[in-house]
Every structure is written in C-alpha cells, then in structure tokens.
C-alpha cells in the first residue's frame, strides 16, 4: 500500500470476527499445550525422546493450517471446519496434559481459559463452521 508520501507500507491485515481476548487466549492454549503436552507424553510414555515428535505434531498443526481470511499467512489451506477442529483439540490436550502434569487445579485453570478461548471467539468460531468465503479484505500475495 503507497501511504500520502509516496512510501510503501506493508497492508494491515485484521479479521474482524478476531478479538483480542480471543486471540490472546488461543495463544495461551497453544502455549500449555505445547509445554504441557509433550511433558505429559514424556511422563505417560516414560522417556523423554517421545517428546521429541509430540511438540512437532503439536506446533505445526496450528502454525501450518490455516483458513484464508483467518490468517495474514496461510501454509496449508483447509476449511474453516478444519481450523476449528484443529483448536478444539489443542484446547483438549492442553486441558488433559495440564491435569496430568500439573494436578486438578492447573487443569481448571486453562479449562477456564479455553472457555474464555471458545467463547470470546464465538463469531470466528461460527465463520469457521460455516465454510464461507470472508467478505472482509483479504491481505494480497
């Protein structure tokens, strides 16, 4: 994008079904599930090179996929569905690895935030179950 002085700007990109909150919670359950689960893999499967393929599995799966319109870069593009599905069970491993490695109460806790996760992001969350094409403008490549 040329700005009023005639320089190049790089083109902002928002979703605008996107929230802060939303954002920032998902974040911090990619985070616990990235800690939490190949932690949990290690202690389940009692050696720590299991941990190896788990944290792999569970950093491309949302850093690869992702759905046109819902992020400025796009790997791999799946259906919304998919992207959805993807979260979900990030949320799941991240609920189930934190009471496994950090007792109850941990678990309870980031169950609260992927609440806080599913329902601040209940607009994107139906955009993406719908499978429809966004109608705000998409970044160019």
């Given amino acids: 994008m040329k700005q009023s ?3 190049e700007r790089p083109a902002k990109f928002d979703n605008p079904l ?4 939303s954002g920032a919670s998902r974040f911090a ?6 800690v939490a ?3 949990s893999v290690a202690d389940l499967t009692g050696t720590w090179l299991m941990t190896i393929p788990a944290l792999a599995i569970l950093v491309a799966l949302p850093g690869v996929f992702s759905t046109k319109g819902d992020k400025k870069h796009v790997v791999v593009a799946v259906p919304g ?3 959805l599905l993807i979260e979900i069970i990030l949320a799941a491993v ?6 496994l490695v950090w007792t109850v109460i941990g678990g309870i806790i980031v169950a609260v935030v992927a609440a806080v996760m599913f329902i601040a992001g209940a607009k994107r969350a139906k955009w993406l179950l719908s499978n429809d094409p966004p109608d705000w403008p998409l970044p160019s490549n």
Wanted: aromatic share 8%; no cysteine.
């Fill in 18 to 21: 996107d929230t802060m909150l």
């Fill in 37 to 39: 689960g190949p932690w």
């Fill in 94 to 99: 991240a609920i189930a690895s934190a009471v």
């Fill in 81 to 83: 569905r998919i992207r």
């Fill in 5 to 7: 002085d005639g320089t």
């Fill in 29 to 34: 359950i990619e985070i616990v599930a990235w």
